[in-house]
């Protein structure tokens, strides 16, 4: 019996995008095109059946085509179908369609908005700013303010993409043991990455497992790739343990905001 019999309703058929609307659309429409060859389940089965771990809407979103999705959003809806439904190898399928990601992402970016025209001297407002931003020189008592803005994140034209992992998420780890989490970045952006470290984000579980608060990034060319790894000690009591971790320079202030990229992680079981 099919889903839609099994429930008793009949589902709407999502209508594919047009890929001749550009390359958002294109990616989209692959995804569709992937999507159908794995019998076209609805994205509830995506998640519950093949192991999809993102929303029903991110996944739905992903394949409409109006926007680009993030990679994480790409990898669960490609790797629950491809992977897990179709049986495809997980390396091959990545390196597949991180190159379809990499290449809308480049090709797809909107121009920017021009700038709007500076308001009447009488309106204009002074962006508010935090006092570590503040710096007062008081030359001979001329009671001077000069005012430091933080750094523009993202960088225009800065840009991460990560590679991939190892050891995977979700193995088991020993109470009290160790392991090395390795994450793989590349620079897929103009800029040269300097001074950057990854720091931890927040965390999540039962098991207080524990790791570096940071570790340095070494300077990373655009177009090259760099391995990233911390060593964790596993807590004393069974549970999980996740620790985010995001990209910062010398004084924490994150290259990529919350809204341009997730952060990367690990995420353990540990088992007594």
């Known amino acids: 019996m099919d889903e839609a019999a099994s429930t ?28 159908e060859a794995a019998g076209d389940p609805s994205y509830d089965r995506m998640r519950a059946e093949f192991g999809a771990a993102a929303s029903k809407s991110a996944l739905s979103a992903a394949a409409r085509g109006r926007d680009l999705p993030s990679w994480e959003t790409t990898w669960e809806f490609v790797r ?29 970016e909107a121009e920017p908005a021009p700038a709007p025209a500076p308001a009447p001297a009488s309106k204009r407002r002074w962006p508010l700013v935090s006092f570590a931003t503040l710096v007062v020189l008081a030359a001979a008592g001329s009671g001077v303010f000069f005012w430091l803005s933080p750094p523009q994140r993202p960088i225009p034209g800065d840009a991460s993409f990560m590679l991939g992992e190892d050891p995977p998420d979700g193995i088991e780890i020993k109470t009290g043991g160790s392991f090395v989490k390795t994450w793989e970045l590349r620079n897929i952006g103009q800029v040269r990455w300097t001074d950057r470290y990854l720091e931890q984000a927040g965390r999540e579980g ?3 497992c524990t790791a570096p608060h940071r570790v340095s990034i070494a300077a990373v060319e ?7 790894s911390v060593p964790v000690e596993a ?6 343990c996740k620790i985010a971790w995001k990209m910062v320079d010398e004084n924490g202030v994150l290259f990529y905001p919350a809204s341009a990229l997730r952060p990367i992680y690990f995420d353990v079981a540990v088992v007594p």
């Open 222 to 228: 655009p177009g090259q790739a760099v391995r990233l």
């Open 80 to 108: 629950s179908l491809a992977v897990n439904a179709l049986g495809r190898d997980a390396d091959v399928v990545r390196r597949e369609w991180t190159q379809h990601w990499e290449k809308a992402r480049a090709t797809g």
């Open 8 to 35: 008793g309703k009949r589902g709407r058929k999502q209508q594919r995008p047009d890929p001749a609307d550009g390359p958002v659309a294109e990616f989209a429409f692959r995804l569709c095109e992937l999507k």
């Open 235 to 240: 807590g004393s009591a069974p549970g999980r």
């Open 206 to 208: 039962e098991s207080r």
